[in-house]
């Protein structure tokens, strides 16, 4: 099952039987999804484990109804956002104390970019890639801004074209924010390599894992990685708006010093003092009170995470995506739909981007079919693969209705080009 052979003919027959061998089949019952529905977006916002509502429930009804704000102690809820750190931990090859959950991703991204620059005192550059998810670029715009003096900060951007990292690395260089699996064409980093390239350069790599966490396995500590944050509301399923983690290497911790320094994150917080110092380990990198209710959401889907196995993930997540690749190649080549993705395994994470036509108005028709991917401009359809999920049949039934709407050009109608403030 690990790949689809090249040669043998599809079918939706062949579809169900890969389907009756998967060995992550069970977890699809394990994830409450509507009737009719094709779901291709759990790279955006993951679906709803079928726990989850009677978990955040029990969270209100007992824990705050009840235990009030004895439950801080007696529930644990003080040292959630490092508990729950340690089980997001597995996910990414993280050891116990170097997670803890932050805020939103943008926020954690600014954490520890100024903690990286501030590992690397004297160093004024900044390097990342001009194709990011704008929210990084943004925030190092302000992380810029915010530590220029007398000497300016300098951004350098690489991108496909050039400049490449090669060209950019210098002892100039403190910290390289790169995203490991690319938002819109799910073009996937030589992890390894890059972060041996960039600290053989003198310099910090702060890995962006929003589209890795949940999607392949991750292992930060055997590349030796310095920095890393990522979203919990993606492949891990934490729920709408669910809290973002950072990670920060054992060896750094004791140096390591956050934008913002709260009151959650110093040695002794209810002593009060006046002066701030930070608490050993990871802990220093909290801000504030935690939102235990969106806690409560994403401690239900890592209870689901806690059974599975990474390397069987990722097996069925490239049979995914290598099935999707062969049937849009066989069967939408005739309409220009071209696959933008990488098509070498070791380049490419849970997603696949395809363009040509109009891309917009033929995911707002196909999503009017029950299957549903998204748009990314200036024109690319993006599709997710989430392997706990997602079917091999769904594969097959998803290509099938891109064709049909394709076909019957129902993409035409008006109301598909109509465009909602989210797309
Ligand atoms: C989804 C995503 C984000 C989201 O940031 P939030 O602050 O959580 O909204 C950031 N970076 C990348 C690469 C993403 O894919």
Redesign the pocket.
Known sequence: MSTIPAAAPIDRAACLAWDAADPLAPFRERFTLPEGVIYLDGN?LGALPASTAAHVQRVITQEWGQGLIRSWNDAGWFMKPQTLGDRIAPLIGAAPGEVVIGD????S?FQTAVAGMRLRPGRRVVVSERG??P??LYVLESVQEMLSGAEPIERRLIHDDGPTLDDVLDEDVAIVVL?HVD?RTGRLYDMTEVTRQVQAAGAIMIW?L??SAGALPVDLNGVGADLAVG?T??YINGGPGSP?FIWVAERHQAEARPAVTGWQGHARPFDFEVEYAPTPGVGRFRVGTPPLLSYAALEASLEIWEEVDLARLREKSLALTDLFIALVDERLADWGIEVVTPREHEARGSQVALRGGDGYAVMQAIIARGVIGDFRAPDLMRFGFAPLYVTFADVWDAVEVLRDVLEREEWRKPEYSRRGAVT
């Not at 939103?104 to 926020?107: A, D, P």
């Open positions: 955006s939103s991703t943008s926020s991204l990011s998810f929210t990084d995203t938002y962006d929003c589209h979203c509301y993606k973002s």
